[in-house]
């Protein structure tokens, strides 16, 4: 039985961790099995890697050096946890994954966007999301709602809004370059209406393949 890859992407503040998560709820709830993961982490090497990328106490590192940890944090995730599991027939839910790279390393630091795409390539051995989705809010309501949430800011989260107003674009274009693999969400929307619009395009994709995976 074939699985499937579905990734979810936005600016920092944009929803996406809570959609993914109220979305691997309702399809568990329906019998899918379900695999939740993340980017920079998934498994321990990554997870090591993430905790250098995210410190506040590496701020003096190069977007060259930025991009290539995540790309190494990558290749091991793809390797150890997201091939086998959809190998094994599993729905992988991802929070981040490639456009982050294209959207934060090339729109947002300046790293060519084409090399950028070459090297994902090799990083993550050939896997490439079902769908992606991205929420889209802007860059104001993105300040606000980490603002509200409290926590200390990580390294990444630490940039202005005009380094998330370029990141935001990034994921903008992607959105209009690959509308039939992007699906560009409002991420102003309340909850509820977004976890049903999220669960119909995967229903739908899913029931394009595969009408009996859920039976």
Same mark, same amino acid.
């Given at each position: 039985m074939k699985g499937y890859f579905f990734t979810f992407e936005g600016i920092d503040g944009c929803g996406k961790s809570t959609q993914l998560s109220r979305t691997a709820g309702a399809l568990r709830a329906r019998g899918a099995n379900i695999l939740v993961t993340r980017e920079p982490g998934g498994p321990p090497i990554s997870e090591k890697?993430?905790?250098?990328?995210?410190?506040?106490d590496n701020s003096a590192m190069f977007p060259e050096?930025?991009?290539?940890?995540?790309?190494?944090?990558?290749?091991?995730?793809?390797?150890?946890?997201?091939?086998?599991?959809?190998?094994?027939?599993?729905?992988v839910l991802c929070d981040r994954f490639e456009q982050a790279t294209f959207a934060y390393q090339g729109y947002g630091r300046g790293l060519e966007v084409p090399f950028l795409k070459d +090297?994902?390539?090799?990083?993550?051995?050939? +896997?490439?999301?079902d769908i992606t989705f991205i929420?889209?809010?802007p860059v104001e309501l993105s300040q606000e709602r980490l603002s509200r949430i409290g926590k200390g800011k990580d390294r990444m989260e630490s940039e202005g809004a005009a380094f998330f107003g370029r990141v935001r674009?990034?994921?903008l274009n992607a959105a209009?370059?690959?509308?039939?693999?992007?699906?560009?969400?409002?991420?102003?929307?309340?909850?509820?209406?977004?976890?049903?619009e999220i669960l119909g395009i995967i229903e739908a994709r899913i029931a394009g393949q595969d009408a009996g995976q859920y039976e």
């Open positions: 890697i993430r905790e250098i990328l995210i410190s506040p050096t930025e991009c290539l940890l995540y790309l190494a944090a990558r290749a091991q995730h793809v390797r150890e946890v997201i091939k086998p599991a959809v190998e094994r027939g599993q729905i +090297i994902n390539s090799f990083a993550a051995g050939g +896997i490439s999301p929420f889209d809010i674009e990034g994921y209009r370059l690959s509308p039939g693999k992007i699906r560009l969400l409002d991420g102003s929307k309340g909850l509820d209406e977004l976890t049903g």
